[in-house]
């Protein structure tokens, strides 16, 4: 046996005077068990380990006879001893009823799919497209959309959810359109834009939509800003277009250049156009 073998050699180096740390180092052991060996008399060989009482044994007597009658089944059994006082769980009797069983368990596994769907082909739906261009598409008219597009329209209106962003953003894409610059009373004698927006409001604020209902809130937040910029003609666009075509030329500088030759092109830039909403950038010439 290998652990007499070094029984033996520990008890040959102690008795020679060799120190246990040495022994231990170089027979690559840990030192309590050199010790162990070096103090014992004889080889501690380890006791068989028995099988220790199970809560099944009250039961063996009834499950064999069980088994006897040709009952196979682990679960019923499990059952069957439960009613009779049996505290533990099935796997016990799984194992006691696998090492006496004299026929092959029925599988109950079922096919993955029915007959009659495997003979179907399954069809592989076309993915959608990007969500900036799905979301675009959602909005738009079903009389613009080609067959493909309202197609695609078509299978995201069957979920519930989506169907009721998509009607939401609709609706607010037409009451925008109807509170526009240059819409008059005479359009519509019967609109009225402001209780339109507000209803669609209290309406997106309750959808479960969470992205929705958080738009529909800061709307709210800011409803006049939000009127004024669709009634009134005044514009910020002219200045800023300005400043984003300075900061491109800025930036086309940067690192490149001094502040004289930003200044040159800037004013080249405003010679270039000859806008009469660019009177600031004129004076730049020096």
């Not at 040495?22 to 060989?45: C, D, N, S």
């Not at 696998?98 to 079922?110: D, M």
């Amino acid at each position: 046996m290998r652990w007499q073998a070094i029984y033996d050699e520990v008890r040959h180096r102690h008795a020679s005077g060799e120190p246990l740390l040495g022994i231990a180092h170089a027979m690559g052991l840990a030192r309590a068990t050199v010790r162990k060996y070096a103090t014992a008399e004889t080889f501690p060989a380890r006791l068989p380990h028995g099988a220790g009482p199970s809560l099944l044994d009250p039961h063996v007597v009834y499950l064999a006879g069980r088994i006897d009658e040709g009952r196979e089944n682990a679960m019923a059994l499990w059952r069957e001893i439960r009613e009779r006082g049996y505290p533990g769980t099935s796997r016990q009797v799984h194992r006691f009823v696998a090492e006496r069983r004299t026929r092959p368990v029925r599988s109950g596994c079922k096919p993955r799919y029915a007959k009659d769907s495997a003979s179907k082909p399954r069809v592989s739906e076309a993915p959608l497209p990007p969500a900036r261009q799905l979301a675009w598409l959602l909005v738009q008219p079903t009389s613009v959309l080609d067959e493909g597009e309202a197609a695609v329209v078509s299978h995201v209106e069957q979920d519930d959810t989506a169907w009721t962003v998509m009607d939401l953003a609709r609706r607010f894409t037409a009451l925008v359109l109807a509170a526009g610059k240059g819409k008059t009373a005479a359009d519509d004698q019967n609109a009225d834009p402001a209780a339109d927006i507000a209803a669609w409001i209290t309406q997106a604020r309750t959808c479960d939509a969470p992205a929705i209902a958080t738009f529909a809130s800061g709307v709210d937040a800011v409803i006049a800003a939000v009127w004024d910029a669709l009634t009134e003609p005044w514009s910020s666009g002219q200045a800023e277009g300005q400043v984003n075509r300075l900061k491109l030329i800025k930036r086309q500088c940067y690192g490149r250049a001094g502040l004289e030759l930003l200044k040159r092109r800037m004013v080249l830039a405003a010679r270039s156009t000859q806008n009469e909403h660019e009177p600031f950038l004129l004076s730049l010439r020096g």
